[in-house]
């Protein structure tokens, strides 16, 4: 009798321990988890900073400048008898004012500028069919504003590195001509497009000195319109219109810059105190 009364109460206690476990598992299930982004004690780069910088790019390739060169073939022999020449150049000046700590407004502006030459081209798809182009050009300048809205998020509280989220809000115009030099005559198309974008640019920041700082940032997310006015050989009009998401990461527009990040106001005079000057 008394190994049974044991036995029962020590099924009670596991039971009564087991209830308590639970209970205190419930409530902290019921509470949300939160990783606390947004809420670093950190202070990356302090309200009132200003920031300014740019990025730029550039690239040119020649092909089939020598004088017996028998031209350049790729893509497994399709693209054959190759010469001509391209050039891509951009630059993108930017400025920001900071108001709260790690959160800044600011505009920029990209210019870019491209071309194509082609003085011959031969393409074979198979040995009945393939063609031929020659004196082929195309040129485009485009012009690009944005507003912008950022703010960072420090890698462990550092000062030093940070990721970014940068919300951009953007219009531009552009101007692109395609011709062909055909009997002495030129053929060709000319278009006047106008771009207006929404778009989330994540990055990365890392400071190089107190007030210089290396960024990477690549087109995550964005929403674009598109409008283009085109008229072929001053006569045939034609006019094209879209608009689109775009939920993928843009290759293309990966950006590299450099960029300053000047302390105002009681940062400046604070920073000058601690310095002793």
Request: aromatic share 12%; hydrophobic share 40%; proline share 2%.
């Amino acid at each position: 009798m008394k190994k049974a009364i044991f036995i029962a109460t020590v099924l009670a206690g596991a039971l009564c321990a087991s209830a308590t476990a639970l209970s205190r598992d419930t409530t902290s299930v019921a509470q949300p988890f939160d990783r606390g982004i947004g809420r670093s004690s950190s202070c990356f780069i302090p309200k009132g900073t200003v920031g300014a910088g740019a990025s730029f790019s550039y690239s040119k390739y020649d092909i089939g400048n020598l004088s017996d060169d028998a031209g350049f073939s790729a893509l497994f022999s399709l693209v054959q008898n190759l010469y001509g020449d391209m050039t891509s150049f951009s630059v993108s000046p930017f400025a920001s004012y900071f108001i709260a700590d790690n959160l800044s407004i600011g505009a920029r502006f990209d210019y870019g500028k491209s071309s194509l030459g082609l003085g011959n081209v031969d393409l074979s798809l198979m040995e009945d069919l393939s063609f031929s182009l020659q004196d082929f050009h195309y040129i485009k300048q485009s012009y690009l504003g944005a507003v912008t809205l950022r703010t960072y998020i420090p890698f462990a509280n550092s000062k030093r590195f940070a990721m970014f989220t940068e919300l951009r809000a953007s219009g531009g115009y552009a101007q692109s001509k395609t011709y062909r030099v055909v009997d002495n005559e030129k053929h060709g198309t000319y278009q006047d497009i106008y771009n207006f974008e929404l778009g989330l640019v994540p990055g990365v920041s890392a400071f190089l000195t107190n007030e210089v700082a290396l960024e990477i940032s690549v087109g995550l997310l964005g929403f674009d319109y598109q409008k283009v006015f085109q008229i072929t050989n001053q006569v045939e009009k034609s006019e094209l219109e879209k608009s689109g998401a775009n939920f993928k990461i843009n290759l293309l527009s990966i950006g590299l810059g450099l960029s300053f990040y000047l302390p105002t106001g009681d940062n400046w005079v604070r920073k000058r105190q601690g310095d002793g000057k």
